[in-house]
């Protein structure tokens, strides 16, 4: 059942609101599993750097044990951002209240994907004398 031009004309009214509410966005951006996983890809990318620097570094003062340490940690932080980018890129995260949206899984009917989706489910759930 679709909404009125009412319920639709609120419901937008509400979705300005919360979107001009700095406090709401930078709350709803702290707890988006997303943005955690591209910080963490920026730090893995500056100790691949850092690595790569004390590698070079390691080769030119003819010190082993330092190349290798960088290389070491030139792996490490490969490894570490792979990880974060598959965790980033889970379909389990998504964003609450932000423009972005997740696909609805295939197969998992019993697994909503939206905010619109559990409204509409909650819609039609309300008691029959509310309407």
């Known amino acids: 059942m679709p909404l009125s031009e009412h319920e639709q004309r609120l419901f937008e009214q509400i979705e300005r609101s919360l979107a001009e509410d700095p406090k709401f966005a930078s709350a709803v951006r702290a707890s988006d599993p997303r943005f955690h996983a591209r910080r963490r890809l920026l730090v893995a990318a500056g100790v691949i750097i850092a690595g790569l620097a004390l590698l070079v570094y390691g080769a030119v003062i003819k ?19 792979v990880q974060s980018h598959r965790r980033g890129q889970s379909p389990d995260l998504h964003v609450v209240g932000g423009t972005t949206s997740r696909r609805r899984p295939r197969g998992r009917s019993g697994r909503r994907s939206s905010i619109l989706d559990r409204m509409e489910d909650r819609w039609r759930q309300r008691p029959e004398g509310h309407r």
Request: proline letters at 11%; zero cysteines; glycine letters at 6%.
């Open 63 to 81: 010190l082993p044990p330092l190349a290798v340490a960088g290389f070491v940690v030139m792996l490490a932080s490969a490894a570490f951002a």
